[in-house]
C-alpha cells in the first residue's frame, strides 16, 4: 500500500511539473492594454515577472508601474504580501515577486500614465 501511494504521488507530481507553464495574463483598463508574464513556472520563493503596457497597439515606456501580491488571512496563516517597483527592461517593465507559500495570490497592478492618471488592474496566480 505504502508503494502505491509513493507512485501515485511520484506520477503526480511528475504531471504537474511537466504541465507547468510560465504565466501570460491579459488584461485591459480605460484604453490601455497590460500583458503580464514570466519567464518560467511560478514558483515559491523569487520569481521574475514582466509587464508590457500598450494603448492602441503602441507600448507605452514612461509609465510607472508597481505591483502588489496578496494572500488573504485564512485560520492558522496570517495575511501576506509581497510589493515591488517595475523596471523598465527592454521595453518591459521588470518586477521581482516572491511567494512565500504555494496557492493563490491576488495581485494587483498599477500604473500611472504620463496624464497623472492612476489605473489598477486586478487578478491572481496560481502556484
Known sequence: ???LLKV???LALTFG????????LNGNKNGYDV?????????VGD???FAIVSKDGKVITNAKVKV?????EMPGMPYMEYKDKAKLV?????MLVNFAMSGTWQFHLMFKTADGKVHKIRSSVNL
Not at 511539473?17 to 501570460?24: G, M, R, T
Not at 502588489?68 to 488573504?72: A, G, I, S
Open 17 to 24: 511539473l511537466l504541465n507547468a507553464e510560465p504565466i501570460e
Open 47 to 49: 520569481n521574475t515577472l
Open 90 to 94: 527592454d521595453g518591459k517593465y521588470q
Open 8 to 10: 501515485i504521488s511520484i
Open 35 to 43: 500583458k503580464l508574464t514570466s519567464e518560467k513556472t511560478l514558483v
Open 68 to 72: 502588489k501580491f496578496f494572500m488573504p
Open 1 to 3: 500500500m505504502k508503494l
